[in-house]
């Protein structure tokens, strides 16, 4: 049984960072692209970032391009979202996902088969 648990969220200023990690357990981490999700008060769920298994594919959303960066560390099935000048407009529960195989880092969460429960992330202005 695949689970993502997703931690590192929290409360922050305009301006901040936050690290997020998603520790993966029960599946081949290392054969799977990853991806981080967020949804905003009242939006849809938006991509953020995608990470191919070999990390040397990492698409991003142009809202957090030069901002976020996505990497993993597969011996220790740990996916992560560094995010630095955070906006309020970051705010949102984040969440990481597994993809159907090592290659897929599109934005429609129809490709991704496996989802951790989210964290907050609060950004104050």
């Known amino acids: 049984q695949v689970q993502l648990t997703e931690s590192g969220g929290g409360l922050v200023q305009t301006g901040d960072s936050l690290r997020l990690s998603c520790a993966a357990s029960?599946?081949?981490?290392?054969?799977?692209?990853m991806g981080w999700f967020r949804q905003g008060p009242g939006k849809e769920r938006e991509f953020v970032a995608a990470?191919?298994?070999?990390?040397?594919?990492?698409p991003y959303a142009d809202s957090v391009k030069g901002r976020f960066t996505i990497s993993r560390d597969n011996p220790k099935n740990t996916l992560y979202l560094q995010m630095n000048s955070l906006k309020a407009e970051d705010t949102a529960v984040y969440y990481c996902?597994?993809?159907?195989?090592?290659?897929?880092?599109?934005?429609?969460?129809?490709?991704?088969?496996?989802w951790g429960q989210g964290t907050q992330v609060t950004v104050s202005s």
């Open positions: 996902a597994r993809s159907s195989n090592r290659f897929y880092t599109g934005t429609s969460p129809t490709g991704y088969n496996y």
């Open positions: 029960g599946g081949s981490f290392s054969n799977y692209a």
């Open positions: 990470i191919t298994s070999s990390g040397n594919i990492r």
